[in-house]
């Protein structure tokens, strides 16, 4: 009898196999960064504004980052579509650096306010580049694993950043909440650079049709996006005109940004960059009520308030390690219903703690269940925009994802200020209406999940892979 030699099946590399070591360490560290920064200058800023006399331009200094964020998304897609993500990445970490050093350094309020837009621009060059990097230089069964990585860099910051950036303000100075960063920006992104050789030129050279046009309708969102956030930041009638005046610009010039059927759900990336949206919109909304209800009806302590948050980034951490090790489902709506599923669930049970015949567990326990829920999203919805994008697309698609996600969120973060400050103070039916609405949209994308997929596949660039 012939003998038969099983076939050895090489096991797949891991994140930190020799070949991906180095950009594994420099991608999460570039990640981590960006959400240290973003974190950090949050507990700075009012310490900035009475050092430097600046408080009239305090919003702007939030919403002019946001803003060119916004923008510097849009270009990023198109730049790494038409000549790949280096060019996004070496700019963007050179506007980063550039803007925290203005910043650092400023005199002014104008000054710094200047260096908070560069910032802002590198930040979104720098977040889309990374996407495409994700795409072109790691295994399709490595996404899952990187994208947790990408995750568990937000969330480590969110838990140690403000904490850290009070302690630099208090023994430092403010300045070097800023000027400490691009001690260690240099080095991630030089641990990147020889993978990023190996990627070589996009098969494209020019820029896609319709580029110019995309980029003037980012204008008219970043700019929309500004004057949402600072409106959202004002009161009364002032307040509400700002809003609805940038709502109404972003319903114009945002579905022009996203994929065709954005609006009305279509199958496959329209409804994957929606869900994103609605998650973010739904976890934002709650998370900015629930230390104030606490506070204010429960009676409990900021610091105990936030200790309530600090357990939901745990959670979310731990969704991301969960999903990225548990065998792929079979059907590619799986991981994001039950991620929303949990979302919602969490979110209502949050809403049952302003009874005060309950337990404050109870919101402890909701939020945890929220937190797991983004882990188990956030990643599987990046996985399925690589998966749903043809290899001259990853660019434009990783930039709607992340769009969708920041304009969803700060509509919501302006809508739920406007709300909390519609009477002499909030109370029980304010924080009961921001929650419900919060839970609310989460279910919109319980709903729709299941329209990630056509049928029983993946819609990919145009075409149809099986076993979605």
Not at 8 to 31: C, E, K, N, Q
Not at 286 to 309: C, D, F, K, Y
Not at 316 to 324: E, H, T
Request: include cysteine; charged fraction near 10%.
């Amino acid at each position: 009898m012939p003998s038969t030699v099983a076939a050895v099946v090489p096991a797949p590399p891991g994140l930190f196999a020799p070949r991906l070591r180095a950009m594994t360490v420099g991608s999460v560290a570039l990640i981590s960064l960006l959400a240290f920064e973003a974190l950090a200058v949050g507990t700075a800023m009012p310490t900035v504004a009475r050092n430097l006399d600046g408080l009239a331009l305090y919003g702007i200094a939030f919403g002019g980052p946001f803003a060119t964020g916004v923008l510097a998304m849009v270009v990023s897609g198109i730049w790494c579509d038409a000549r790949g993500p280096r060019g996004p990445m070496w700019h963007g970490v050179a506007w980063f650096v550039v803007g925290l050093l203005i910043a650092g350094t400023a005199q002014v309020m104008g000054a710094l306010v200047v260096g908070r837009v560069v910032q802002g621009f590198g930040s979104g060059l720098l977040s889309v580049a990374l996407y495409v990097i994700v795409g072109q230089a790691y295994p399709q069964e490595l996404h899952r694993k990187i994208f947790a990585a990408f995750a568990a860099a937000w969330v480590v910051p969110s838990l140690v950043g403000p904490a850290v950036g009070g302690l630099i303000v208090e023994h430092l100075g403010w300045r070097w909440v800023f000027l400490a960063v691009p001690a260690v920006a240099v080095p991630a992104v030089l641990l990147i650079h020889p993978g990023l050789r190996s990627l070589g030129q996009s098969a494209a050279t020019r820029l896609a049709a319709g580029a110019a046009g995309r980029i003037g309708w980012a204008c008219g969102a970043a700019a929309s996006a500004a004057l949402l956030h600072v409106g959202g930041q004002q009161r009364g009638a002032t307040a509400l005109v700002l809003v609805v005046l940038a709502v109404v610009g972003l319903l114009v010039c945002a579905p022009r940004l996203l994929p065709a059927g954005f609006l009305r759900a279509a199958r496959g990336l329209p409804t994957v960059v929606g869900l994103r949206g609605l998650a973010s919109a739904a976890f934002v909304g709650a998370e900015v009520v629930i230390p104030l209800m606490l506070s204010r009806e429960r009676g409990l302590s900021p610091t105990a308030a936030g200790l309530v948050l600090t357990v939901g980034a745990l959670a979310w951490s731990v969704g991301s390690w969960v999903q990225g090790r548990i065998p792929v489902p079979a059907s590619r709506a799986t991981l994001p219903r039950v991620g929303l599923s949990c979302i919602t669930a969490g979110t209502a049970t949050v809403a049952l703690a302003i009874r005060p015949e309950l337990p404050v567990t109870v919101a402890v326990v909701g939020w945890a269940v929220a937190g797991l829920g983004m882990g188990l999203l956030y990643p599987s919805l990046s996985v399925l925009t690589l998966e749903l994008s043809a290899p001259g697309e990853q660019g434009r698609n990783s930039s709607s994802l992340q769009l969708g996600d920041s304009l969803f969120a700060a509509t919501v973060l302006a809508l739920t200020g406007a709300v909390l400050a519609a009477g002499s103070a909030p109370g029980p039916a304010s924080y009961a209406a921001t929650l419900v609405v919060a839970a609310g949209l989460a279910l919109l994308g319980v709903l729709l999940a299941g329209r990630v997929v056509v049928g029983g596949s993946v819609a990919v660039g145009g075409r149809v892979r099986p076993g979605g």
